[in-house]
């Protein structure tokens, strides 16, 4: 195929699935861990692959069947492996728009949209919040995310050490 950087079809399918499986599991450990202990991030991290590579395998099983054709799995790893990773990030953000920071910034757009908006309904003011709420448990998310390779970074860099000394 032209551009395929010569992968085949099955190769590229396998390449999207892990790259979808990574941020699955990059998405639960920075809501889990402790991002400034780097051996609880490398255990979690360690732990959620190996329950997302379940998942993924079980998912994949039901919807092909068991003796599917490997073919048939390869196309539909990828599928899959984007629900899971969709359904992380959903949960994330679900997670940390409950978070101190999260609230704190809903509770200042209620009341200053409560303050501005004389004519707007107190469920307008809460729809706003809301929205604020969920912005800033992105930029969380994003942050905790950039926390999480600096993190690995960190592990890595050390275990460098080691090996060099």
Known sequence: MPEAAGLCLGCSHRRRTERLLRGAVDLAVAVRADLTDTATVLELTRRCEADTRALLEAACERACGVDADPALLAFTAPQVALRIREERRRSALRRLAGSEEAAAEADAVYRAYRRRHNRGTKRDAEQAAQAAAYRTA????????????????????????????
């Open 138 to 165: 992105e930029v969380l998310l994003s942050r905790r995310l950039g926390q999480l390779e600096e993190a690995r970074l960190g592990s890595v860099r050390t275990r460098d050490d080691l090996t060099s000394a």
